[in-house]
T-cell receptor, first 120, second 113 residues
Framework: AQKVTQAQTEISVVEKEDVTLDCVYETRDTTYYLFWYKQPPSGELVFLIRRNSFDEQNEISGRYSWNFQKSTSSFNFTITASQVVDSAVYFCALSESLNAGGTSYGKLTFGQGTILTVHP | NAGVTQTPKFRVLKTGQSMTLLCAQDMNHEYMYWYRQDPGMGLRLIHYSVGEGTTAKGEVPDGYNVSRLKKQNFLLGLESAAPSQTSVYFC????????????FGPGTRLTVL
């Protein structure tokens, strides 16, 4: 069974600090997808990134960067120079592409989330 | 382009009452999903739909029913609400299957007394 672990329940930093959110996953499949979502205090879930298991290149988007390492089954998320607006709950998620009876479908599993608080 | 919308935003029910949550998407997505979010447990999939007229069970389907009569709408029903169903409910949609990016609605906070 697939599993996503976000060991950091809560992180507190001061503005302008860099912060890394850890995500470790378990899967027996060779084809899978990893996601990060942000849930700000307003409650909606905002998509941040999708990465497939064959693409191990790290990605940078502004102050956000993601480090995907298949060898350690990790997909960590770093925010550089954090800002108060980054305060949110961040979820890592794993999707596997499965086949049953000729029908392709997927299963998405979320981690428990990391609460990030950025203080001014 | 509103994306994914949910109705209502808040609801309070008494044990045993029934209700329906409505999810609508205007992105012409094939797949739609209902999740519940509980403290410390992340999001768990209740039911999903791979297209108009089809539905399937997710991780925690008991006590819920769904229908997808139109491609753009996905309804979640509680026939006899229980306090254990107090939660925040999120609807999501994706263009293709669960490996694709899912876009979420704003959520519905349901309290069952």
């Amino acid at each position: 069974a697939q599993k996503v672990t976000q060991a950091q329940t809560e992180i507190s930093v001061v503005e302008k600090e860099d912060v890394t959110l850890d995500c470790v996953y378990e899967t027996r499949d060779t084809t899978y997808y990893l996601f990060w979502y942000k849930q700000p205090p307003s409650g909606e879930l905002v998509f941040l990134i999708r990465r497939n298991s064959f693409d191990e290149q790290n990605e940078i988007s502004g102050r956000y960067s993601w480090n995907f390492q298949k060898s350690t089954s990790s997909f960590n998320f770093t925010i550089t120079a954090s800002q108060v607006v980054d305060s949110a709950v961040y979820f890592c998620a794993l999707s596997e592409s499965l086949n049953a009876g000729g029908t392709s479908y997927g299963k998405l599993t979320f981690g428990q989330g990391t609460i990030l608080t950025v203080h001014p | 382009n509103a994306g994914v919308t949910q109705t209502p935003k808040f609801r309070v029910l008494k044990t045993g009452q029934s209700m329906t949550l409505l999810c609508a998407q205007d992105m012409n997505h094939e797949y739609m999903y209902w999740y519940r979010q509980d403290p410390g447990m992340g999001l768990r999939l209740i039911h999903y739909s791979v297209g108009e007229g089809t539905t399937a069970k997710g991780e925690v389907p008991d006590g819920y029913n769904v229908s997808r009569l139109k491609k753009q709408n996905f309804l979640l029903g509680l026939e006899s609400a229980a306090p254990s169903q107090t939660s925040v409910y999120f609807c999501a949609s994706s263009l293709i299957d669960l490996t694709d990016t899912q876009y979420f609605g704003p959520g519905t906070r349901l309290t069952v007394l």
